[in-house]
């Protein structure tokens, strides 16, 4: 229904931005299925993927795609149709919308329009994956999805190896081995990494172990190289001032640096010092 503020003036309608199961159709909420009911229009990533969920729920308001190709395009037309007067929704293929998923420029263009944007929240992967891997969550950061060719991702990677926060992706499943073993070759054996797998399916999976266990774990074991997947990492460890280098050990580790990669340059210096390759190689990093 179309309101008016004063006759011959027609109040623009709400884009809400609704969060679907990402699984467990159980997690649907009566809000969501109240407003993908009643809005005139749902905008859906996948309209023929979404056609399923709405069909199950009874759902039979009109859907149009908007997804990474068309959203630009698309959303000039639906924010005109909002300014207008009509409701609609936002429904990504799974989880909460615009978390590595369309409908940032949907958003953008509703809000500077001067449209209502209304969150329903629900499910989403990250936070459900946080909130059971046991890693500190008062900070954390989210690195959405690697590059997908090797050096890129490694290059990413390096960068995060400081990073001083908890922090997660997400990860195909056939690339998730690989992910793995560059994080090996670049964080070391003992960082821990959790697996979130499948979250609310059937064959739902959270492991959590040292990066070298965890690799070997899914090497072993094809099963965990299918569906969806989070990783979740541990923070790089603080130094603790007792263990900080002594001069000369710290002078042999620079020198290293100047010519060696970073794995490279500790296990050398831990030969030469005697001091313990992990700590070296934790120091290193720190001033990459």
């Not at 890129?152 to 926060?165: D, I, K, S, T």
């Not at 710290?250 to 390759?277: F, H, Y």
Request: aromatic share 4%; hydrophobic share 45%; with cysteine.
């Amino acid at each position: 229904m179309v309101v008016t503020s004063s006759p011959g003036k027609v109040m623009s309608g709400t884009l809400y931005v609704v969060a679907t199961p990402i699984g467990n159709l159980q997690d649907m909420s009566p809000r969501a299925l109240e407003v993908l009911r009643t809005v005139a229009l749902i905008a859906a990533e996948d309209t023929r993927h979404s056609a399923r969920l709405l069909q199950h729920f009874g759902v039979s308001t009109p859907t149009t795609a908007c997804h990474d190709h068309n959203e630009r395009d698309k959303s000039v037309r639906l924010v005109e149709r909002m300014l207008a007067g009509e409701d609609m929704a936002l429904i990504s293929d799974a989880g909460t919308p615009l978390i590595s998923d369309p409908g940032y420029h949907l958003v953008r263009q509703a809000r500077e329009a001067g449209v209502r944007v209304c969150p329903i929240p629900g499910a989403c992967a990250l936070i459900a994956a946080l909130s059971a891997a046991g890693l500190p969550s008062d900070r954390f950061a989210f690195e959405g999805f690697l590059p997908a060719k090797a050096h890129g991702r490694r290059q990413r990677l390096q960068a995060l190896a400081v990073e001083p926060r908890t922090w997660m992706l997400y990860e195909a499943p056939h690339r998730l081995l690989e992910c793995l073993e560059d994080m090996l070759d670049i964080f070391g054996p003992e960082r821990q990494v959790v697996l979130a797998r499948e979250l609310t399916k059937t064959f739902e999976t959270i492991k959590g172990a040292p990066i070298a266990e965890l690799v070997e774990w899914v090497r072993a074991d094809s099963d965990q190289q299918r569906g969806e997947c989070v990783l979740i990492v541990e923070a790089m460890p603080a130094p603790e001032e007792s263990e900080g280098l002594n001069p000369e050990a710290q002078r042999v580790l620079d020198i290293l640096l100047s010519e060696l990669p970073v794995k490279q340059a500790a296990a050398l210096a831990a030969q030469i010092t005697g001091e313990k390759k992990n700590r070296l190689y934790q120091v290193a990093l720190g001033k990459g």
